[in-house]
């Protein structure tokens, strides 16, 4: 008994009004206009990890991206939480 | 028109310059690079853009296109309205943006956002807990990662959105297929969306420091 294709509906403008107006990337309008001598800042509010290996390497990112603050460089990280999820699959995708 | 409406970022190297109808009435999309990032841009004539029905549905027809072109390849959605002033203030953000870019593509990297709401008749007396396990039992196991939206209505049992690999669509459409014939969903209407750039699975902020 074959079941009919399911497909997703690309078309509700209601999904793609929630998407579009309420989620993405959000670049404060001070960065998208100044360029002479803006600090970035940079608030990643959530960051999704696949493995415990790209946990590690996240760590290791981090490490430096702080190292870097301190040391006067753009980037500044004010706020990061990390969330493993062990059912993540496969875990090879995020290396 | 010298200023430059901003779709997303993606890893430079795909040839993204196409026409057609973009945000604000221009009809050519075009990169903006600097070193490994690629801003995918059309110029408009201010840096903040009225949010009308139709542009916003040109932001996300736009990024389609831009994902089928790219070809699995991911793209980091930006929010509606992303306009700048200058290539260079541009240019500026993706310098200094760029741990957060290599983060967020590395978390979506060749895969969709799918969306599910379930939603039920009014006064419709449902189980919901049922109907939710039901659904993660069918559903979670494909997805890399979901997360949960707003219920603006009592009568949303659940509003989820899904990142799924882009290999495994089918499989996650026979998925829900299924589970619209399952006997815990009887009584509520399934809405099936997308797929989407991964817009709910990048949380990204970059402000500027004064």
């Known amino acids: ?95 | 028109m010298t200023n430059r409406y901003v779709y997303g970022i993606v890893e430079s190297g795909a040839d993204l310059e196409f026409e057609t109808d973009a945000v604000g009435g221009a009809n050519e999309v075009y990169t903006v690079s600097h070193r490994r990032y690629q801003a995918v841009v059309s110029d408009i004539d201010t840096t903040d853009p009225e949010e009308t029905d139709e542009d916003a549905k040109r932001h996300d027809e736009v990024l389609r296109e831009i994902m089928e072109r790219t070809n699995g390849h991911s793209i980091i959605p930006m929010q509606f309205g992303m306009a700048f002033e200058s290539n260079r203030a541009l240019k500026n953000v993706i310098r200094g943006a760029r741990p957060a870019f290599r983060r967020a593509i590395r978390d979506i990297e060749g895969r969709i956002e799918l969306g599910l709401k379930l939603v039920t008749e009014e006064d419709a007396d449902v189980d919901r807990e049922a109907i939710e396990e039901t659904v993660a039992d069918a559903l979670e196991s494909l997805a890399a990662q979901s997360v949960e939206n707003d219920h603006f209505s009592d009568r949303l049992v659940l509003n989820r959105s899904y990142l799924v690999e882009e290999d495994e669509r089918e499989t996650f459409d026979d998925a829900v297929a299924e589970l619209e014939d399952h006997p815990d969903l009887e009584d509520v209407m399934v809405q099936y969306t997308g797929p989407f750039a991964p817009y709910s699975f990048v949380d990204v902020k970059i402000g500027a420091q004064r």
């Open chain 1, 1 to 95: 008994m074959a079941s009919p294709q399911r497909r997703p509906d690309s078309s509700s403008l209601a999904e793609v009004l929630d998407r579009v107006l309420d989620k993405g990337i959000v670049i404060d309008i001070w960065a998208r206009i100044s360029v002479v001598g803006i600090e970035l800042l940079t608030i990643e509010a959530r960051v999704v990890v696949a493995s415990v290996d790209t946990f590690l390497h996240y760590a290791e990112e981090i490490a430096k991206l702080e190292k870097a603050t301190a040391d006067g460089d753009l980037e500044d990280l004010e706020e990061l939480e990390v969330e493993q999820r062990p059912e993540s699959s496969p875990q090879s995708a995020s290396q």
